[in-house]
């Protein structure tokens, strides 16, 4: 089975901090993703990158980044995390048009 | 640009009644189509998928799912739900060849005793 880790299944931070979120996947899908779940709002894509060091836009970067140095990890970064950030986050990889997902991570700032 | 429409905020249902839950899709000369199920405080998984081939796709859990081409439509469907069924249900779409998948914004499905 494939699987998709992540860091941190809960992570409350403080306005301004820097965060970092980790997601490891198992399968060596060249294909990941992060994605934004709020509610009435579904799935939003942040980024997505379809090799090491390669990465594009999604529909909100504002305010990430991100960073793949290895095949099998993608980072997803806050350079200043605020309140507005406070959501679920979900990685993803993709293998043959079928996206897999991890467990999310339930992010708070404070 | 594809986008996915999701009607249904909500649906009620009793255990044991059949239900679908409705998805519709903008036009596109070819799309793949998914059902992921997503249960409290975890990600998504996968129920079915149309890549291509027959329009009733069969997936996890008893759940089938119909390609309307015409209609633009891939509505979920059970005969008979469980409790266990209750969860947030999403339709996505993607374009072949693309790696951009677009979500709708989900169906919660509650079952009722």
């Known amino acids: 089975d494939v699987k998709v880790t992540q860091s941190s299944r809960y992570l409350v931070k403080r306005t301004g901090e820097k965060v970092f979120l980790e997601c490891v996947q198992d399968m060596d899908h060249e294909n990941m993703f992060w994605y934004r779940q709020d509610p009435g709002l579904g799935l939003r894509l942040i980024y997505f990158s379809y090799d090491v060091k390669m990465k594009e836009k999604g529909d909100i970067p504002e305010g990430y980044s991100v960073s793949r140095e290895k095949k099998e990890r993608f980072s997803l970064i806050l350079e200043s995390a605020s309140t507005n950030q406070t959501s679920m986050y979900l990685c993803?990889?993709?293998?043959?048009?079928?996206?897999?997902f991890g467990p999310g991570t339930r992010l708070t700032v404070t | 640009a594809q986008s996915v429409t999701q009607l249904d905020s909500q649906v009620p249902v009793f255990e044991e009644a059949p239900v679908e839950l409705r998805c519709n899709y903008s036009s596109s000369v070819s799309v793949y189509l998914f059902w992921y199920v997503q249960y409290p405080n975890q990600g998504l998984q996968l129920l079915l998928k149309?890549?291509?081939?027959?329009?009733l796709v069969k997936g996890i859990n008893g759940f089938e799912a119909e390609f309307n081409k015409s209609q633009t439509s891939f509505h979920l469907r059970k005969p008979s739900v469980h409790i266990s069924d209750t969860a947030e249900y999403f339709c996505?779409?993607?374009?072949?060849?693309?790696?951009?998948?677009?979500f709708g914004t989900g169906t919660r499905l509650k079952v009722l005793a």
């Open positions: 149309y890549l291509s081939g027959s329009t």
């Open positions: 996505a779409v993607s374009d072949p060849g693309t790696y951009k998948y677009i």
């Open positions: 993803a990889s993709d293998l043959s048009g079928t996206v897999f």
